[in-house]
């Protein structure tokens, strides 16, 4: 199946997402609450800290390699 690029609209909507959830994320490190997420299916709470490690460390779903010619 052949993956679409994403639309400029579809990059911003992805930009305000990311920085909607840091904000929630940061928010709650200094109130010290945790997260809930998504692991399996299912919803956990996991410490603000190791949220903000998943985060810088995940890729955007729409990151691809450039071919070459391009």
Not at 18 to 25: D, G, P, Y
Not at 61 to 69: D, L, N, T
């Amino acid at each position: 199946m052949k993956r679409s690029t994403p639309t400029s609209e579809g990059r911003k909507a992805e930009k305000a997402l990311r920085k909607a959830v840091k904000k929630v994320i940061e928010e709650n490190r200094r109130l010290g609450l945790p997260v809930a997420v998504m692991r399996n299916g299912r919803p956990v709470l996991i410490p603000a800290e190791e949220a903000m490690t998943c985060i810088r460390e995940s890729r955007a779903p729409y990151a691809s390699k450039r071919r070459e010619g391009k």
